[in-house]
């Protein structure tokens, strides 16, 4: 539980919860961490025949997940392989997932 009595440090907690939840807020960025959490990795060509959007509108939104550090990119050659770095954030997708599969 949160430990009030230290408002500085529970302050800048939230605030960077609130971040990442601020980064994954997008349809297109959830789609994209659900196909990364069930491939484990990527490119951004792959990303695009799922999220059914331009690649630059793909790669646009990786790099606010890059930039929130939620996703990290490693050069394969002529391609960038993209997979999770956050824990946190593949854990709050996965529970997002998890509870729309028991609304149907």
């Keep these: 539980m949160i430990d009030f009595s230290k408002k500085s440090e529970i302050k800048k907690m939230l605030e960077e919860k609130a971040e990442t939840l601020k980064a994954i807020a997008h349809p297109i960025r959830l789609c994209i961490l659900a196909l990364l959490i069930k491939e484990e990795q990527s490119n951004v060509t792959e990303m695009q025949c799922c999220v059914d959007v331009p ?30 770095k956050s824990d946190e954030a593949k854990k709050i997708v996965e529970f997002l997932l998890e509870n729309k599969q028991h609304c149907n």
């Design 55 to 84: 690649q630059p509108t793909v790669s646009q939104h990786l790099t606010k997940l890059r930039a929130a550090g939620i996703v990290e990119a490693e050069r394969s050659g002529t391609e960038i392989i993209y997979r999770i």
